[in-house]
């Protein structure tokens, strides 16, 4: 299976304790925007912005930024989180 880079962002909760950003790992677009930046499964999409990112993947932006060396597995590279 390939494996991709993206860029992951949001707009709507940009203050104090959010999540602006983030690179993944993943194999496509819909595959890296189900990608939380905490890397914590007990963040489903339906309680997201409770953990300071998005609403629902939709709300995601994502852009294709590379290809993953072999041997990466899917999941955060790096994230930007905001603290207050």
Known sequence: MNLYLYLLSQDQYNGYDTYDSCVVCA?????ARLIHPAQDSTYQPKNWAASGWANAPEQ???KLIGTAEPGMEPGVICASFNAG
């Open 27 to 31: 194999a496509d677009p819909d595959a």
């Open 60 to 62: 995601i932006n994502c």
